[in-house]
């Protein structure tokens, strides 16, 4: 089933997800709804508070070089932390609970971070490149920070005043 994704500024972006401790039918219909939710949208990445669930749980499946995704690409992530970091990168960012918004943002380039299945088996990734910065992003969300807040003083004051001018603008047309 679609979800429905919570865009800024809704207040439940901003809340800490709770660690998972049931690997349970209910967990495992949320990641297929996820799945489902993230692939319908374009997304490339999708954290569980995104959909409504304060739950430390998230998706990435990066596209191949023809921009393709495949399912046996997605990688389910579950209780992530990550243990060792190195050097710095920029990469231009974009979310789907913030619609047709895309700035850069600086994050480390290399990530070791471990992690739960979605049946609690514990394992460990080092990446470096896009599936770093992919989960970066998409832990930010579980300790409730979007990439925005990453932005310049400037750029932030810039982003939401065309925001406010865009919800408002959304609210009207469906009057
Ligand atoms: C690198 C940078 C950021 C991430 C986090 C995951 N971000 C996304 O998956 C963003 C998806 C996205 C998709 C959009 O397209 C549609 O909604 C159809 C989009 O454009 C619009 O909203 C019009 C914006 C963002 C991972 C790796
Ligand atoms: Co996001």
Known sequence: ????????????????????????????????????TMTAKNGIGLAAIQVGVPLR????????????QYPENLIEVINPVIV?????????EGCLSVPE??????????????????????????????LAIAFQHEMDHLDGHLFIEKLSFLKRKKFEKEWKKKLKEMREKKK
């Open 101 to 130: 918004y895309y700035d850069d943002v600086e994050r480390s380039e290399w990530v070791k971070v471990e992690f739960q299945d979605r049946y609690g088996e514990k394992k460990s990734i080092e990446t470096d490149g896009l």
């Open 84 to 92: 060792d970091r190195r050097g710095s990168t920029t990469y231009t």
């Open 1 to 36: 089933m679609i979800r429905k994704i919570v865009v800024y500024p809704d207040k439940r972006l901003k809340q800490r997800s709770c660690e998972v401790v049931e690997f349970d039918s209910t967990l495992h219909t949320l990641l297929d709804d996820m799945n489902e």
């Open 57 to 68: 749980a998230l998706l990435i499946n990066l596209p191949d070089e023809e921009g393709e």
